[in-house]
């Protein structure tokens, strides 16, 4: 057996471990969600209150990190949307960003729903998970009631339950914009158009000229288009083609499930759920979670099964850090966890390490997508993922097999090793997709200068 595949077989019985929340994007704290970089200002000077100077740039500041702290500036920004926004968000006992006043319930018995009533909390909302048979209860607590201590309150009500808070989870990169371009059509690329490929995610600029070949369905927002940079970036790096540029599956049907809509309440569990459960119902084999949050029980039963169903889940391994502990998704057992590399094959200092990260992918000094018939330099393990995602899914088409396990081992095979000898916690099996990066100038045809 190919050592890489041993490898890949026993990242994927790691096991659930506790994990942390990655910081909260620009966007998050009501700035536009264009300029969602981080201010130019090295993290161990980082005040308590975050400054809203967005002039930096998001590839000079991020070189300016310090490994060890790039969890401060996570905890700072979960710190400041807290403090902004009462009304709607608190921390948990860890200190990662929950909906205040909200306790979800994993397909509760209708006696378990009795007696938290007798309690004293009501039942506010149910979210049916159809294409997995399942609902998500979201309770509410009596008047006075903490949120930690609601939870703690059902979980004791009933000890065999799913219970959590509705954690809210986020995207994982950087987009520094570039001016529009309108050359963009010239150049036809080989696609993959009967190919789907789902993404939970931001809303998708599908008007964009890189989509001209693509067919996207769109979840969440009430049917409403929300166009976002982060959504229009991971859409265009899996199935864009225009000029030069093309995502690793050009052409492919994109399944995108907003869920964020442009809300403050965007990214939440119950949220992210539903996605899931949609994507299912669609019967879409390849799905790309370009975001991060903490363990929550919610969503790894879901994650569980979506994969029994036979779904396969990419995940970006998030941006907090070497030494930060796992995120999820991309940390649950079965899903598969993607590194980002530079220009020069070097993994990036702020993308996370350990035994989930399966694969390395081109994650900065490209280009990607954004609305308004441009391109931006992206930046992060939220725009590796999306890679990896559709090169999975090319595999499955050329193997004529409905399951990865094939997909997945033909990958493994033509990654290149970089690092250690062999897998490692750093760079998974390799990198692959190397040859997927373009660079702004060429993908948008911006002329030199013009930046």
């Known amino acids: 057996m190919d050592p890489r595949r041993s490898q890949l077989q026993r990242s994927r019985r ?168 309108t050359d963009a059509t010239d150049e036809a690329h080989v696609s993959a158009p009967q190919l789907k490929i789902g993404m939970i995610d931001r809303g998708v600029d599908a008007t964009h000229a890189v989509f001209q070949g693509s067919e996207i369905r769109r979840h969440g927002c009430g049917g409403k288009a929300v166009p976002d940079p982060h959504g229009t970036a991971v859409a265009s790096l899996i199935a864009g ?95 598969i966890g993607v590194t980002a590399v530079d220009a020069h094959r070097v993994v990036l200092v702020e993308a996370g390490r350990g035994p989930q990260v399966d694969f390395a992918a081109p994650g900065a000094d490209m280009a990607a997508a954004i609305p308004g018939q441009a391109f931006g330099t992206v930046r992060g393990t939220s725009f590796a993922s999306p890679i990896v995602a559709g090169l999975i899914a090319m595999q499955m088409k050329a193997s004529g097999s409905p399951t990865a396990d094939a997909a997945i081992g033909a990958l493994t095979a033509q990654a290149i090793d970089l690092g250690a000898a062999g897998p490692d916690r750093v760079y998974g099996n390799g990198l692959v997709g190397d040859g997927l990066r373009e660079e702004l100038a060429a993908a948008g045809h911006i002329e030199e200068g013009s930046k």
């Open 241 to 335: 083609q225009a000029g030069q540029f093309h995502g690793a599956a050009p052409g492919a049907q994109i399944y995108a499930a907003d869920v964020f809509c442009g809300s403050l309440r965007g990214g939440s569990v119950d949220l992210v759920a539903d996605a899931f459960a949609w994507l299912v119902t669609e019967d879409v084999p390849v799905i790309n979670v370009s975001l991060v949050g903490p363990r929550n029980v919610m969503v790894e039963y879901v994650v569980r099964a979506v994969l029994a169903h036979g779904q396969v889940v990419v995940a970006a391994v998030g941006n907090d850090g070497p030494s930060a502990p796992p995120l999820f998704p991309a940390s649950y057992d079965g899903v």
């Open 14 to 181: 790691h096991g659930i471990r506790a994990g942390a929340w990655v910081g909260i994007t620009f966007g998050f704290l009501g700035l536009p969600a264009a300029a969602q970089v981080l201010p130019q200002v090295p993290v161990p000077n980082l005040p308590v209150q975050l400054p809203v100077d967005i002039n930096g740039t998001a590839s000079s500041v991020t070189r300016q990190l310090d490994p060890k702290r790039l969890q401060d500036a996570r905890l700072i920004r979960v710190q400041e949307l807290i403090r902004r926004h009462r009304d709607t968000f608190e921390a948990d006992p860890k200190g990662n960003a929950i909906i205040r006043s909200e306790v979800l319930a994993y397909s509760p018995s209708e006696a378990s729903l009795d007696q938290a009533r007798a309690a004293g909390f009501t039942v506010i909302r149910e979210t049916a998970l159809a294409g997995l048979g399942a609902r998500i209860v979201t309770l509410e607590p009596p008047h006075g009631m903490s949120t930690s201590r609601a939870l703690r309150t059902l979980r004791k009500l009933d000890p065999t339950g799913a219970y959590d808070f509705n954690h809210v989870y986020t995207e994982v990169g950087e987009i520094e914009p570039a001016p529009a371009s």
